[in-house]
């Protein structure tokens, strides 16, 4: 395992413009993925993602950056920064989203975890939490559109 990239794909019956919406804009994604999403899909506008704990009610809130957005084909943000600011290391995440038959091929990215500058143990943790993460989420995603669409 060299711990630089996770993948993720999903098969989903909705066109590529839906998926966007879904992957790009909060008011979605805190549907399938965080507690709540703050931030405009606007390519360098900075942002929260928040996770609330069931167990204590405690939240986490993690900052972002937007990357990239090229609807419909791709969505990307930076996250888990090293420093406060923004500005230091990173982890990338992109959606690519690609049409296949009558719906899309959705695939999830997330790479810059050697450059992080972790400690091994601490990389292979993060490593082993966000693959566990994607494997919780991305069903989590294909389960939101399909219900979306139903309901349109």
Known sequence: MDQGTIE??????ASPEVVFEVVSRPEHMREWW???????????????LVW?????GETTTVALAVVEVDPPKRFS?????TEADRNGQSLLVT????PRGAGTLIRMTET???EM?????????QYRDHESGWDH????LGTYVARLVASS
Do not use: K, M, S
Not at 8 to 13: C, K, L, M, P, S
Not at 77 to 81: G, I, K, M, Y
Not at 117 to 125: R, S
């Open 8 to 13: 993720r794909d999903i098969q989903v019956d």
């Open 34 to 48: 965080p507690d709540d999403a703050r931030f405009e899909p606007v390519a360098g506008a900075p942002g929260d």
């Open 95 to 98: 959606f690519d989203l690609e």
């Open 117 to 125: 500058g972790w400690e091994i143990a601490v990389l292979e943790e």
């Open 52 to 56: 609330r704990n069931g167990e204590t």
């Open 77 to 81: 943000f930076r996250w888990c920064f």
């Open 137 to 140: 989420y991305i069903p989590r």
């Open 112 to 114: 810059g975890f050697r």
